[in-house]
């Protein structure tokens, strides 16, 4: 008899066991949580991009320019980096007035870019992207003061290996500090 209740309780749990597990081996079923985006916004609404990451305490946002890809360092009042990595450069330029193609200081110390982004140079709220190869010309003029773009120094020419930029966007005439996220 003994052998009888083993038998039983033995046959109870195969039996029962694809019942136990059925919510385990189940398909897995939706979730009803929704994962949150959180968004940078200017000042007066305007959505600035998705936040993609953290540099510290700053929100890092993509944001698309045109077809290219650009992440940016956000601070409440401005905007602090770039995906290139340098800021605060100098521009040298062949006029005497800084005027015309803006021009890389040292075009031979560039950071590599992390891919597939663009490489960025941030001065003041401007965002530059390369738009040349490095090269040697001469130059008359710098901006050199990141926080006062408009602070042209013009001297005597002279010989720079530099490389040309383009501008790629103005962040003064596209968002309004402060920067919220949300």
Known sequence: MRMGIRAAIVGLAVVALPVIWE???AEP???T?????WTAWDNDGKRIGN???LEGPYPMVSLSVGKDLVILTLGRDGVLATS???TGIGLYFTSSDCSGTPFLANGNLLPEPPSPLLPTYLFGQRVFAPSGPPQTLTVRSTVGDPMNPTACISFPAYEVFTMPLQLLIDLTTQFT???SVR
């Open 51 to 53: 936040i993609v990451g």
């Open 23 to 25: 919510p385990v081996l």
């Open 177 to 179: 500090p402060p920067y």
């Open 84 to 86: 290139g990595g340098v």
């Open 29 to 31: 079923q939706q979730s």
């Open 33 to 37: 949580h929704t994962q949150r985006t």
